[in-house]
Nanobody, 129 residues
Framework: QVQLVESGGGSVQAGGSLTLSCAAS????????MSWFRQVPGKEREGVAA???????RYADAVQGRFTISKDNAKNILYLQMNNLKPEDTAQYYC???????????????????????WGQGTQVTVSA
């Protein structure tokens, strides 16, 4: 059973930075794609960033250049470094993993929520103007 636990959320002013962490208990599961999603009340959960098993990162247009996804394979921790935060980044942030073929971490696929059956409980990020 895969368990994902996010941490690092909080409240910051616009222009500030936060780093989210996702501690993964994989229990022999080898994910091919590890991702961050976010959701605000009343809206669909949207993909923020993904990283594949080779370390290649992909980003949503809204965060490109401001957010950096990375992972520590030895510790099974996924990170999301968020810089120059904006009020529109306010959301509950979730990490998620899947083990489908590597192509399903490519640009056309990774934001598809239906690929992921392992999710964390989320961590709240609030950015004030």
């Amino acid at each position: 059973q895969v368990q994902l636990v996010e941490s690092g959320g909080g409240s910051v002013q616009a222009g500030g930075s936060l780093t989210l962490s996702c501690a993964a208990s994989l229990n022999k599961f080898s994910p091919t794609c590890m991702s961050w999603f976010r959701q605000v009340p009343g809206k669909e959960r949207e993909g923020v960033a993904a990283i594949d098993q080779h370390g290649t990162a992909r980003y949503a247009d809204a965060v490109q250049g401001r957010f950096t996804i990375s992972k520590d394979n030895a510790k099974n921790i996924l990170y999301l470094q968020m810089n120059n935060l904006k009020p529109e980044d306010t959301a509950q942030y979730y990490c998620a993993v899947h083990g489908w073929g590597g192509v399903y971490c490519y640009d056309s696929y990774w934001p598809d929520r239906s690929l992921y059956n392992n999710w964390g409980q989320g961590t709240q990020v609030t950015v004030s103007a």
